[in-house]
């Protein structure tokens, strides 16, 4: 395979970099949720929808991205199922309640296990972050299909934006540490 001047594979160099992109857009997108969730009292159906569409959207990329360097298709499921998910809240007056917990559950389930399933095979050092990843999202499945916060919007999309926080933390410490090991 051809090396980059920095001694690494070029795949490995593009997906560090989509890496820590991918996962400073979803902290960025996390952490807004969150302050949105501070500075305003009552957050509308549309912003939530179309945050998590954003962050469904760079999940299918990064998906796509890491399949084609040989990481599990069942990512891209998750990433699509998220992506269903924020339709189905975005058009929430013409789609039944369960239908949208239902592809929530879904979604959030795959993703968490896909991380986990990946953290299995990343190197010791990076591993943490992933697996935390995986539990916090398999955590707000489980309250969310324990019907914890009922579907109503404040606590949904605090476990949502908190989700989006842990992941892009995650995906970010994965691509430096790619893109660190090429600058050795």
């Known amino acids: 395979m051809p090396k ?15 890496s820590v992109s991918t996962g400073s857009a979803l902290l960025i997108l996390g952490i807004g949720g969150c302050v949105a969730l501070v500075l305003i009292d009552r ?13 469904g959207l760079l999940q299918i990329s990064h998906a796509l991205a890491a399949h084609r360097r ?8 998750g990433a699509l199922l998220y992506v269903g998910a924020a339709l189905a809240i975005l058009f929430q007056p013409l789609v039944e309640m369960k239908w949208i917990e239902l592809l929530l559950v879904g979604s ?20 943490g972050w992933e697996a935390l990843s995986g539990f916090t999202t398999l955590g707000v499945a489980a309250v969310i299909e324990a019907g914890l916060p009922e579907m109503s ?17 995650a995906l970010a410490n994965i691509g430096w540490a790619i893109r660190g090991t090429g600058e050795r």
Do not use: C, H, K, Y
Request: overall charge positive.
């Open 4 to 18: 980059t001047t920095a001694g690494t594979n070029p795949d490995q160099a593009v997906l560090g970099r989509r």
């Open 43 to 55: 957050l509308t159906t549309f912003e939530i929808s179309i945050a998590m569409l954003a962050a």
């Open 70 to 77: 040989g990481w599990p298709l069942f990512t891209l499921a």
């Open 108 to 127: 959030l389930a795959t993703a968490g296990i896909s991380r986990l399933v990946t953290a299995a095979r990343l190197n010791s050092r990076l591993r």
């Open 153 to 169: 919007l404040w606590p949904l999309a605090f476990v949502i934006a908190l989700d989006l926080v842990v992941e892009g933390a």
